[in-house]
């Protein structure tokens, strides 16, 4: 069983930086492939960010190519999203997913959700 808990979460003029954090619980956690999301109101969850258990690979959705970075620190169970550039449109609650699937840009193939943390970009 693993637990994920975010934070770093708040609001940010455009153009803005933050940091979210996603801090796991369980022995198991550098074995997980994890995974960023994000819901705006009235929208669909849709995939962010993805880095797999050794850290070697990433997955970034176009939209947030070259501003954000995924990173993580298996000593310290917790994995990093940096986001730069922010942009109003990026807007939303954040959710941090734990899972084995070889397939990260699909919700469906997480087991292990956070309860997210919002961020909000003002214009």
């Known amino acids: 069983q693993v637990q994920l808990v975010e934070s770093g979460g708040g609001l940010v003029q455009a153009g803005g930086s933050l940091r979210l954090s996603c801090a796991a619980s369980?022995?198991?956690?550098?074995?997980?492939?994890v995974g960023w999301f994000r819901q705006a109101p009235g929208k669909e969850r849709e995939f962010v960010t993805a880095i797999t258990g050794s850290g070697s690979r990433t997955y970034y959705a176009d939209s947030v190519k070259g501003r954000f970075t995924i990173s993580r620190d298996n000593a310290k169970n917790t994995v990093y999203l940096q986001m730069n550039s922010l942009k109003p449109e990026d807007t939303a609650v954040y959710y941090c997913?734990?899972?084995?699937?070889?397939?990260?840009?699909?919700?469906?193939?997480?087991?292990?959700w956070g309860q997210g943390t919002q961020v909000t970009v003002s214009s």
């Open positions: 997913a734990g899972g084995n699937s070889p397939l990260p840009g699909i919700p469906k193939a997480y087991n292990y």
């Open positions: 369980g022995r198991t956690f550098s074995t997980y492939t």
